[in-house]
């Protein structure tokens, strides 16, 4: 049994798993939601299995529903659950960076084998490969200062300062944490580590699913 947090604003509803950092699905309704979480296990356990993990998550369990707002309106998960205050021991925290480095890895090796090029919507939108892989980038930059992490801009094929930022932010996430925000106005690790994985994730898998 893996227990997992429903998000919901009228409009959007994000279910997604605090253990397991990065399975996270948005769809209109919470039983669309869970259903996408459903869907990706198998997805997600490829994650798992090259953090070193095992990845079994049984039936699901709504634990907590939280109330969103506008960013949860446009697909971003933005409410904090109560189990995210609550203070992270080693174990956890290096499970976590180990997840998240993972999540990393597998979207370099992604956006490596996908082409330039990817399929357009129904209404012929959505970014191209590399517009994807520069956005990550310029989200998980802006993503650090919540942790105290602060890198300049650098360019997306400089791979020195992108792993600079990267050892940098698995660094703060991998280590033990007394449930409060890891800078005055920033993010709580839990939070922090969810929402990183998330949007790499998220991306990922957007590739995957619009290769040509």
Known sequence: MTDIYVELDG?????????????????TSEAEAVQALIDTEARYRLIAQRAG?????GDLVVVER???????ASGVPSALASAETRPIDATTAQRNGALLRASW???EEVV???PAKLRKGPRGGG????????????AERAYARKIGVRHKPFEMNDTSALKAMREEIAAVLSKPSPGEPLVSGGWYASYAVSRMAW????????????RS
């Open 11 to 27: 409009k959007r509803a994000i279910a997604w798993s605090l253990e397991w950092p990065g399975w996270c699905r948005v769809r």
């Open 53 to 57: 993990r095992d990845f079994a998550p």
């Open 66 to 72: 939280l109330q969103g707002d506008a960013n949860t």
């Open 105 to 107: 890895d597998m979207l």
């Open 112 to 114: 490596a084998t996908s």
């Open 127 to 138: 970014r191209d490969r590399d517009q994807i892989w520069r956005h990550v980038i310029e």
């Open 199 to 210: 949007h790499v994730v998220d991306h990922m898998w957007e590739i995957e699913d619009r």
